[in-house]
């Protein structure tokens, strides 16, 4: 064979172009399919419908479960693995998809539109060195506010309405991404008398101590003894199961003390003031609360945002409306 004859009819840019998308083409399948490791398959009214037969999960497949090793000492997870179904409350005007939303059905916290949220754990978000990542101020020593910049601590909140939702008490940064995340609002007295007992996670009591009273009392027909045992209760002392890796500060948060993320907040330096123009001032009665002092959870994240962007809509009835 003549040396080159193989190659003298072979057109090398075409097969490089051809080795190139098709090795595009397995990078998209892989990544489509490494996408559908949590969230899949999707809770859909097929399913319900086919009483679980139909599984809409699309094309490519599901992979194959891996086993991923959580950081801090956490142990391990799988994913793909079965997730329970979320109960979200239904206020649609019908009983199929596409449907418009009852407004009448729909209120904040409800986690429909933009107030929708997705369970997370229950459990802060720690940095590299194992300590949470959304730190106040007061604890957060290492950080301050820029020099020539508002420090909206003291600032009085306003709610859409222009009411007088609370004061500002300190301020929440993230120390991976060194910004500030949230502020921390203590509530004005009339709408702290607004606050439902349950807008806080309140935890579990366990009995700490006895106080046992022995007490003999004379009576007409004799010697009578009583005794008396009052049980001293607290809030349960908190595993590391439960709270997760790390040594810090697990004092309970107090009921008037809420948290403004700073996505929805206007500051102003020249009124002293700090905007939210997501909901009212007697809806800041409502927001969601942390367990601890000085930490927030992953899911009390998530439920704090949807609280707030739900109020895009849900807060007033005039926003549920068409503008024209």
């Not at 090793?69 to 693995?81: F, M, R, V, W, Y």
């Not at 929708?116 to 590299?128: C, I, N």
């Not at 330096?269 to 959870?297: M, Y």
Request: aromatic share 8%; proline share 8%.
């Amino acid at each position: 064979m003549p040396i080159g004859a193989f190659t003298e009819s072979l057109d090398l840019p075409l097969v490089l172009v051809n080795v190139f998308f098709l090795f595009f083409l397995c990078l998209v399948y892989y990544l489509r399919q490494e996408d559908k490791r949590e969230g899949y398959p999707l809770v859909s009214d097929r399913t319900e419908r086919s009483d679980g037969r139909v599984d809409v999960v699309g094309f490519p497949p599901l992979p194959s479960p891996k086993t991923f090793i959580l950081p801090h000492g956490e142990g391990t997870t799988q994913a793909p693995h079965p997730e329970e179904i979320e109960e979200v409350p239904s206020a649609f005007a019908g009983n199929r998809s596409g449907l418009p939303v009852n407004r009448e059905a729909a209120a904040l916290g409800t986690r429909l539109g933009p107030g929708s949220w997705t369970v997370r754990r229950d459990l802060p978000e720690l940095t590299h060195n194992a300590t949470p990542v959304f730190r106040p101020l007061r604890f957060a020593t290492a950080f301050d506010v820029m020099k020539g910049e508002p420090d909206p601590r003291g600032y009085t909140v306003l709610g859409m309405d222009r009411r007088i939702a609370g004061t500002v008490t300190d301020i929440w940064v993230d120390e991976s991404e060194h910004m500030a995340k949230f502020l921390e609002v203590e509530l004005a007295s009339d709408v702290f008398g607004l606050r439902s007992e349950d807008a806080r996670p309140e935890r579990e009591m366990e009995t700490v101590g006895v106080v046992v009273t022995d007490e003999i009392i004379e009576t007409p027909r004799g010697t009578v003894e009583r005794i008396e045992v009052d049980e001293i209760v607290a809030p349960a002392e908190i595993s590391d199961d439960e709270y997760g890796a790390g040594d810090w500060e697990r004092s309970p948060a107090p009921r008037g003390s809420i948290l403004l993320p700073m996505d929805f907040a206007a500051v102003s330096k020249l009124h002293g003031t700090v905007s939210c123009g997501a909901i009212t001032a007697d809806q800041f009665a409502g927001v969601p609360g942390r367990k601890f002092d000085t930490v927030i959870t992953s899911l009390e994240e998530n439920q704090l945002r949807g609280y707030y962007g739900g109020g895009y809509l849900w807060a007033d009835p005039k926003r549920a409306e068409p503008v024209l």
